[in-house]
């Protein structure tokens, strides 16, 4: 089964982003705080979903699962849950540095956001770095 690691210590609602995850196939494993979602993903998860203030701040609580090395990164999903942030804003996602943001409206549908997310960046990166690729599933 594909894994998830969701960071508990933020401000989204997690039975609902881990049913939401479980309907879509995705076994969610929850963590105390960020630091220790790196540890899962270097492990074999594919993804993280770490609640964030919004833009301002938000760059220190992402620090520990962003800092991996590119060979690394290319590997995993990062998705950043908060309020003033929007769905699937390219905008946004690029000034947090991550591959994904999701708007609290749409928690619901985290399973399926993120399963397109990792799909799409195994896409992206296969001509790049295969090995990525397949750890994405590819």
């Known amino acids: 089964m594909k894994r998830v690691v969701v960071v508990s ?26 630091s220790e979602a790196r ?16 833009l301002e701040g938000a760059g220190e609580r992402l620090g520990p699962v962003l800092a991996s090395p590119a060979t690394v990164r290319r590997g995993y999903v990062v998705a950043a849950v908060g309020p003033g942030l929007r769905s699937s804003d390219g905008r946004q996602a690029f000034a947090l540095g991550v591959d994904l943001t999701v708007g609290p409206g749409d928690v619901a549908r985290l399973g ?15 001509p790049l770095d295969p090995l990525a690729a397949a750890r994405l599933g590819g």
């Open 39 to 54: 540890a899962q993903l270097e492990s074999g998860a594919l993804a993280v979903v770490v609640a964030v203030p919004g």
């Open 9 to 34: 210590d933020g401000p989204v609602h997690l039975e609902t982003a881990q049913g939401a995850l479980a309907a879509a196939g995705w076994e969610a494993v929850t963590v105390a705080v960020v």
């Open 112 to 126: 399926e956001l993120i399963s397109v997310a990792v799909a799409t960046k195994r896409a992206l990166v296969a």
